[in-house]
């Protein structure tokens, strides 16, 4: 429903975002957004956007994750000034690394620093704001005047939206937020600013990677992220099954189901220590793959190692010497100078800057129409063996179970992720957030993207992603789950009410 037109300036901007198709904006009120505040309530009904009130901004911003993660559809935020900058800027942070898009509205000022009250009014504004988060945003900004808040909401919109997306981060002045709108104030068509299409691949680097995927005796698909994108998954499928090439999935996200017979995940070494050619589609983080941690007597470690390296930093290749390898994404883009979440810089044959989903297409077409007779005679002899190393692989898994962990003390995550599973198998189930060490993407039947909007951990952003993936569904009948490992809701308990106060319902 379209809204009336607006009257001050705060009004033009729920306005501009309800046009846009905002549904929620997690907030934690504060004074200097209440210009903000008050439209939303008063201007939008509390309507597109809806306020869903957090008892942290980090909260706030998770929701904001979790529910484009279930959706696909980018929301606000609502962070009051500096302090609530600083608390959200943790969340901010994940937002960033996981290409999630969204937009953080803060408040600051008053800019005129003869309207400013005594002490308070200074210490909560800064020149400028957003240099708290620059370093872990795609884009801030601090505009003046109508027109410009105007152009800068609209702006913010397309940046979050363009690939790879992540958050953005907007700032009002407090008496902005309150003036009014200039009489002859021109509302823009919101049609004509639209988020520019993806980049695909170079034909020529595309027609290279084909060849070299047929040309290949034992080649490997290395994915991250693809069940994000509609149709993602079912291009993937597509191409594998097309050049019977066995799949790692990385990451928390869904790429590919667990039971499809390609999907090796978890038989790394076996698959890799073999292959002369990797084919990796939007992986942040290759080097993860494509080594392995081993004994050394420099490293330093307890007694038992913590983990499955300890506390080892020595890395061997897992691939022989020689293999090839492609590289397909938009990561490239996306780096920045301030944080490291690019890894190290690896030797690579065929880079490609592209769409993954496009590029996949546009290689899969180059198969579909110049495979030969060699390259189908070793898909077709490739196959049974992919086939058995699944099988045996989730055949051991489940052995591993009932034989060593189930009767574990304390109770095995195993087997937590196993009871967890017998009660919601006959249901309409989504994983919203969490994980038992990976056992339930193991054990439970992961068919489709649906089911599967985010796994990984949290360190107090897991919650919040939980509730806004579980606020997606809300009304409907999903059984929404939610792992709350590694002690994150210990960090956000207050979630707890937000959940009761909006009716949002989670295991």
């Not at 872990?136 to 609209?154: C, F, H, I, N, T």
């Not at 937020?177 to 002859?184: F, I, K, V």
């Not at 070494?269 to 080097?287: H, M, Y």
């Amino acid at each position: 429903m379209s809204l009336e037109r607006p009257e001050f300036v705060s009004d033009l901007v729920i306005y501009l975002l309800n046009e846009l198709g905002v549904e929620y904006a997690p907030l934690n009120p504060g004074a200097t957004i209440r210009g903000l505040h008050e439209s939303v309530v008063n201007y939008g009904n509390n309507t597109n956007p809806e306020l869903i009130t957090c008892c942290h901004e980090e909260l706030a911003v998770a929701m904001a994750e979790g529910f484009y993660l279930a959706t696909g559809r980018p929301q606000v935020t609502l962070a009051h000034n500096i302090v609530g900058l600083q608390h959200a800027s943790k969340a901010i942070y994940e937002a960033f690394l996981n290409n999630i898009p969204m937009i953080i509205l803060g408040g600051t000022g008053p800019l005129d620093a003869s309207h400013r009250r005594p002490w308070i009014d200074w210490i909560h504004t800064a020149q400028v704001q957003g240099q708290i988060v620059r370093d872990y945003v795609k884009w801030d900004d601090q505009p003046l005047g109508a027109q410009s808040v105007a152009e800068s909401v609209l702006r913010a919109y397309q940046i979050a939206m363009t690939e790879p997306r992540g958050p953005v981060y907007l700032c009002f002045d407090v008496e902005l937020q309150e003036a009014r709108l200039p009489d002859d104030f021109v509302l823009p068509d919101i049609s004509r600013y639209q988020v520019p299409a993806s980049p695909q691949g170079n034909p020529e680097a595309v027609e290279e990677a084909a060849k070299a995927l047929m040309a290949a005796d034992n080649p490997v698909i290395v994915v991250e992220g693809l069940g994000r994108t509609p149709g993602g998954s079912e291009t993937l499928q597509t191409l594998v099954d097309l050049v019977g090439v066995p799949v790692i999935e990385i990451g928390s996200a869904y790429n590919l189901p667990n039971s499809h017979p390609l999907n090796v995940t978890g038989a790394n070494a076996e698959v890799l220590r073999d292959t002369d050619l990797v084919l990796a589609a939007g992986v942040s983080n290759l080097e993860a793959v494509l080594t392995r941690s081993v004994a050394s007597a420099s490293a330093t470690a307890p007694v038992t190692p913590r983990g499955r390296s300890g506390y080892n930093r020595v890395f061997e290749n897992s691939i022989p010497s020689g293999t090839k390898i492609i590289q397909i994404g938009l990561n490239d883009y996306g780096i920045k100078s301030w944080p490291s979440n690019y890894g190290r810089i690896l030797a690579t044959d065929t880079a490609i800057l592209g769409d993954e989903i496009q590029v996949l297409k546009q290689i899969t077409k180059v198969c579909q129409d110049s495979m030969g007779a060699g390259s189908r005679k070793r898909a077709t002899d490739r196959i049974p063996k992919i086939i058995k190393i699944h099988s045996d692989l989730y055949d051991g898994l489940h052995k591993e179970v009932k034989e060593r962990l189930w009767n574990q003390t304390p109770t095995s995550t195993a087997r937590l992720a196993s009871e967890i599973w017998e009660v919601i198998k006959d249901e309409d189930w989504v994983l919203v957030h969490g994980s038992l060490s990976g056992w339930e993407r193991r054990l439970w039947d992961v068919s489709d993207e649906s089911r599967w909007v985010a796994g990984g951990g949290g360190t107090g952003t897991g919650m919040g992603v939980a509730m806004g993936a579980a606020l997606a569904f809300r009304g409907t009948d999903k059984v929404c789950v939610s792992i709350q490992n590694d002690g994150d809701l210990l960090y956000t308990a207050g979630s707890l009410y937000t959940l009761a106060h909006h009716d949002i319902p989670m295991l």
